[in-house]
């Protein structure tokens, strides 16, 4: 008679051990990832670029940092509303995801900025991605019914020409997409 009820009571425990490890998994992974576009985070991403330039120096090759930004994404939002910026942003994450290789990574920094970390890739490569993730970008998606065309503007920065550290390659990158999307 004992046992019936013994025996529930550790299922039910157990299934809140699982319960508990799910969430602590959760959680561990938010600390890394974009919750919206289930990309790596800022803290990831630095910790890729990281990594990256530690195995570029010790092999000799290059490494290229691409910033991008999305252009008017504000207006989308405004006229929109923010539930159809928060679909462009999941439909350029994609979009992005797809293009790359997969020893790259590409993040979301946060808004509408993204970055991506190219191993092995040099200023012609990286043009070559770049101009990828344009046409990716700005080829015309349907959002709530609507059709609707994203511009992206992109900066480039490859290690060691424009910089040696992560915080110059991100600087650097992020300059050149400013000055991109100053010049049109």
């Not at 289930?38 to 570029?56: C, E, K, S, V, Y």
């Not at 590409?106 to 190219?118: C, I, P, Q, S, Y």
């Amino acid at each position: 008679g004992r046992l019936q009820p013994a025996i529930e009571r550790e299922l039910r425990e157990a299934e809140v051990r699982r319960e508990r490890q799910r969430e602590s998994d959760r959680v561990a992974y938010l600390a890394y990832h974009d919750e919206l576009t289930d990309l790596p985070n800022r803290t990831l991403l630095n910790d890729r670029l990281h990594q990256g330039i530690l195995n570029a120096k010790r092999e000799g090759r290059p490494l290229a940092v691409i910033a991008l930004d999305l252009d008017g994404f504000k207006e989308i939002n405004d006229s929109l509303g923010h539930h159809a910026g928060d679909r462009v942003l999941q439909l350029v994450a994609a979009r992005l995801r797809h293009v790359l290789r997969e020893s790259d990574t590409v993040a979301r920094l946060g808004g509408d900025e993204f970055a991506v970390v190219l191993p092995n890739t040099d200023v012609p490569g990286a043009e070559l991605a770049a101009g990828k993730l344009l046409q990716e970008v700005e080829a015309p998606m349907l959002i709530e019914g609507r059709p609707l065309t994203v511009r992206g503007s992109i900066g480039i920065a490859v290690f060691p020409v424009h910089g040696g550290t992560e915080l110059e390659l991100l600087q650097k990158s992020d300059l050149a997409m400013y000055v991109a999307k100053n010049d049109r």
